[in-house]
């Protein structure tokens, strides 16, 4: 025996050898995220509420929130009392507008522990989308945010932009108030901190979360990006 593993030291070590990169291999395989695309995607059941493509797809000024076309999907997790938010809705809406027909862009309340008037804003929003009015209401609450950010109690200044907006105040004033709409902020905010939202906005392409600087170039290089992989 003691010959016979002399004779044939060499080949031993050679099956040796290529039995540890074998099974090695199939170790490192059997560790692999086999899943398609990037690791670090997030499901998208997570990121958007049923129906919410189907039910969104209306128009607001220029741009069009969604459509059947587009090939990618923008979800942002914003707060409307947030300055970042407001200073990115502008930004969002020229995104949507210069690739009307290729994003679909839906939005998902997080509002802030910090900012108290950041969960009624949320409310107003979803108590106007009740009477088909959700992105007109979106952008007059971002763009007004000044206005408003500092009150004790912003609510008249609300049912004043429903009224604006030619909304049946009556029943504005009980949807803003009602656990239809406060269960809607919540569920969205249940999906932020599910998939680890820290701060607003966050924004999601496709699944992949965004790093983002503030700049429409840079914005815009990375959906083109994601348009090419498509």
């Not at 050898?17 to 998208?44: C, E, H, W, Y």
């Not at 803003?176 to 932020?192: A, E, F, I, R, Y």
């Not at 999601?204 to 083109?224: E, P, W």
Request: proline share 4%; aromatic share 12%; charged share 15%.
């Amino acid at each position: 025996m003691k010959n016979f593993f002399s004779q044939n030291k060499v080949f031993i070590i050679i099956i040796c050898v290529t039995m540890i990169f074998l099974f090695g291999g199939i170790f490192l395989l059997s560790g692999k995220n086999t899943t398609n695309g990037p690791s670090n995607k997030v499901n998208a059941s997570l990121l958007i509420p049923q129906n919410a493509i189907e039910t969104s797809g209306f128009v607001n000024g220029n741009y069009l929130a969604a459509t059947n076309s587009a090939t990618l999907t923008l979800v942002e997790f914003g707060d409307y009392e947030c300055p970042a938010c407001g200073e990115y809705n502008p930004i969002v809406k020229q995104v949507l507008t210069n690739y009307s027909g290729k994003i679909n862009y839906v939005f998902r309340n997080y509002p802030l522990p910090q900012h108290a008037n950041a969960p009624i804003s949320s409310y107003a929003v979803e108590a106007a989308g009740l009477q088909g009015k959700y992105w007109q209401m979106h952008d007059k609450v971002y763009d007004t945010q000044n206005d408003w950010v500092n009150l004790p109690d912003p609510t008249n200044i609300f049912v004043g932009y429903a009224n604006d907006l030619g909304l049946n105040i009556n029943q504005f004033t009980k949807d803003l108030n009602s656990s239809t709409v406060k269960n809607k902020v919540q569920n969205d905010m249940n999906d932020g901190n599910t998939v680890g939202i820290t701060e607003t906005p966050t924004f999601f392409l496709n699944g992949i979360k965004m790093t983002l600087t503030g700049s429409y170039d840079q914005f815009k290089s990375l959906i083109d990006s994601s348009l090419i992989s498509k």
